[in-house]
Nanobody, 124 residues
């Protein structure tokens, strides 16, 4: 069974940086496309970024493009989300998720496996 565990969240000031990690286990990591989503209080879960299986090509939500970078380490079975120039509106619980196709999905319902989430709070 796939297991995904996020870490790296915390409290940071406006303009600061954080790096989130998502450790994948239970199946062959390279077979999975992995995405990051976030959910703020009273809001729907929204797509942040994704990295494709095998080719490791990336896609981003417009709201984070140029500030966030997604990457993956096949040696460590880990996906990272480097978040720079953070803003208060980036405050949310961040989740990693995975599916076994090479398609970029922006709808959370298309993802099969999820982590438990890590809180990111950006203070103004």
């Amino acid at each position: 069974q796939v297991r995904m565990v996020e870490s790296g969240g915390g409290l940071v000031q406006d303009g600061g940086s954080l790096r989130l990690s998502c450790v994948f286990s239970g199946r062959t990591f390279s077979d999975y496309t992995v995405g990051w989503f976030r959910q703020a209080p009273s809001k729907e879960r929204e797509f942040v970024a994704a990295i494709r299986r095998y080719s490791a090509t990336e896609t981003y939500a417009d709201s984070v493009k140029g500030r966030f970078t997604i990457s993956r380490s096949y040696a460590l079975n880990t996906v990272y989300l480097q978040m720079n120039s953070l803003k208060p509106e980036d405050t949310a619980v961040y989740y990693c998720a995975a599916h076994t196709t090479s398609t970029f999905y922006y709808d959370s319902k298309r993802y099969d496996y999820w982590g438990q989430g890590t809180q990111v709070t950006v203070s103004s």
